[in-house]
């Protein structure tokens, strides 16, 4: 038999880790022969423009270098595909012509690696094989740094990202810190509709840190006359004060969203850091600035977690392994057995528990005034950015893997 694996969504530190660890895995299973990469996602099984990725990954030190290398080394899409019922044939041409190229290569299991999104497609793929009788098997692979996949405990990439905020907001502090003039310093984190990221900046106490002085998350409702008196509340206690926010609350505020959307019909998010930089301007006078964190959140290998890299590979090879046992429509999830020491075992489930899901930050880790969190959450988050990894180095920049 010959498999395919596909990467989908956005970047991460950790997603070509998982591919690494679908071929790793591959090589040392007997009745896999070919293993194809599939460019830019499903897009690629659609326009048949696969890679036979045995002659692009040849050797121990190609493996290693792909596992550190962020990104999406076979590129990514945000496809939808469309939704095909057994009451009428709309949409069955594009999942004939899938079928088709799989059955061409002889492909018997294709792996997902990606997020919410991509689990819908692994579901509606797994559907379609039951409803047309064919024996292919798709298996999800979860990928975001959101942190919103539900049922697994956690995702890979996200301990990556959580550990580069951290590490840029320490910076920031410390930057701060040295005038001895008042100001506030709004840090702008990733998370679309859950705020993952942005509450795992609580975790600077661990070293001591009393910033960020606030956090806001899309779980709890945002009102900028309370921001307004929170802010003022920490400026007479502390001459630089740093802000927390997730990039998905919702603001008060008119004009802050583009208002386009994606083909999954996520709207395109930014701009709140600066929104929130003029209201504080304006209402409190000191000095401020908004810092956009953005793009480096999600591929900042330099800093990434050894736990997140070895985790993302060894979820892979279980996929492996589920998809030889005969399993399909599931994705391969964490199960957290304990903190300290952290242990995890790794598990399939059904892909439809994800699909199109999210998971939300527990409300018990957020106060009262919804302007922080709890230490609580600091169990959660420790054990999922510890570990350095080797990073090959070329004069004196980071060393990628490229097709």
């Not at 795992?200 to 910033?211: F, P």
């Not at 990039?247 to 850091?273: A, P």
């Not at 009262?368 to 990894?389: M, T």
Request: proline share 3%; hydrophobic share 40%.
């Amino acid at each position: 038999m010959n498999i395919a694996v596909a990467q989908s969504g956005g970047p991460t530190c950790a997603i070509n880790a998982s591919l690494v660890g679908v071929f790793r895995q591959a090589l040392k299973t007997q009745g896999i022969d070919a293993v194809f990469g599939s460019k830019c996602g499903i897009e690629g099984i659609i326009g048949d423009d696969l890679i036979d990725l045995k002659r692009v990954i040849r050797t121990n030190e190609d493996m290693e270098l792909l596992r550190q290398t962020p990104a999406t080394v076979l590129g990514s899409c945000r496809y939808k595909l469309p939704e095909c019922t057994y009451e009428d044939n709309n949409g069955a041409e594009i999942y004939d012509r899938i079928f088709g190229v799989l059955d061409k290569h002889r492909i018997e299991a294709l792996f997902y690696i990606g997020g919410n999104d991509s689990m819908d497609t692994v579901q509606k793929l797994s559907e379609y094989a039951t409803r047309i009788g064919s024996g292919i098997r798709f298996i999800g692979i979860p990928k975001t740094i959101d942190n919103d996949l539900p049922v697994t405990d956690h995702t890979p990439g996200f301990g990556s990202a959580v550990k580069y905020v951290c590490a840029s907001v320490q910076e920031i502090i410390r930057d701060s810190s040295v005038y001895s003039f008042d100001s506030v310093t709004i840090i702008e984190v990733m998370g679309r509709h859950t705020g993952w990221l942005a509450a795992s900046s609580c975790l600077l106490r661990a070293n001591e840190e009393v910033a960020p002085h606030l956090i806001y998350l899309p779980e709890s409702e945002f009102s900028t006359e309370r921001f307004l008196e929170d802010v003022r509340a920490e400026c007479a206690k502390h001459r630089a004060v740093i802000v927390a926010v997730s990039e998905g609350i919702e603001l008060d505020i008119s004009g802050v969203r583009s208002g386009v959307s994606d083909n999954f019909g996520h709207m395109y998010l930014s701009g709140v850091g600066r929104a929130l930089e003029q209201l504080v301007r304006d209402e409190i006078g000191c000095k401020v600035r908004s810092i956009e964190l953005n793009v480096m959140q999600r591929c900042s290998s330099h800093i990434c977690s050894k736990t997140d890299i070895d985790e993302a590979e060894a979820i892979g090879a279980e996929a492996v392994k589920a998809a030889m046992r005969g399993e399909t429509g599931v994705t391969m999830v964490f199960r957290r057995i304990s903190d300290k020491p952290y242990v995890v075992t790794i598990e399939s489930a059904d892909t439809a528990l994800m699909a199109n899901k999210e998971k939300f930050v527990p409300r018990e880790w957020i106060n009262v005034a919804g302007n922080n969190i709890s230490d609580e959450a600091i169990k959660y988050f420790l054990p999922l950015i510890r570990g350095e990894v080797d990073i090959k180095m070329r004069n004196g920049m980071p060393v990628h893997f490229k097709m």
